[in-house]
Nanobody, 123 residues
């Protein structure tokens, strides 16, 4: 059974930090690019960051560049999203997703999705 399980969300004050984890099982993790998306109430889902399977290239949305860092540990089948200098506008449900080809900007290209973890940043 394929599973992506996010954890690490919570409530934090503006300026604070959180580290999200995405633990994968049931597929060949090393072969997949892993992305983080987020969706705030009343807003469309947006891509936040992605890390490739091949060379570990990383990509970030402009809104999080310099504040968020994505990394992966293939030995643990886990991807992390370190989020620093959090802002109230970062409040959303964060999802991780797996793409067998590359870091696509389209959510529809991703084969597997987690259930999401809530991140709330208070002002």
């Amino acid at each position: 059974e394929v599973q992506l399980v996010e954890s690490g969300g919570g409530l934090v004050q503006a300026g604070g930090s959180l580290r999200l984890s995405c633990a994968a099982s049931g597929f060949t993790f090393d072969d997949y690019a892993i992305a983080w998306f987020r969706q705030a109430p009343g807003k469309e889902r947006e891509g936040v960051s992605c890390i490739s399977s091949s060379d570990g290239s990383t990509y970030y949305a402009d809104s999080v560049k310099g504040r968020f860092t994505i990394s992966r540990d293939n030995a643990k089948n886990t991807v992390y999203l370190q989020m620093n200098s959090l802002k109230p506008e970062d409040t959303a449900v964060y999802y991780c997703a797996a793409d067998p080809v590359w870091c696509s900007g389209y959510g529809s290209d991703y084969d597997y999705w987690g259930q999401g973890t809530q991140v709330t940043v208070s002002s």
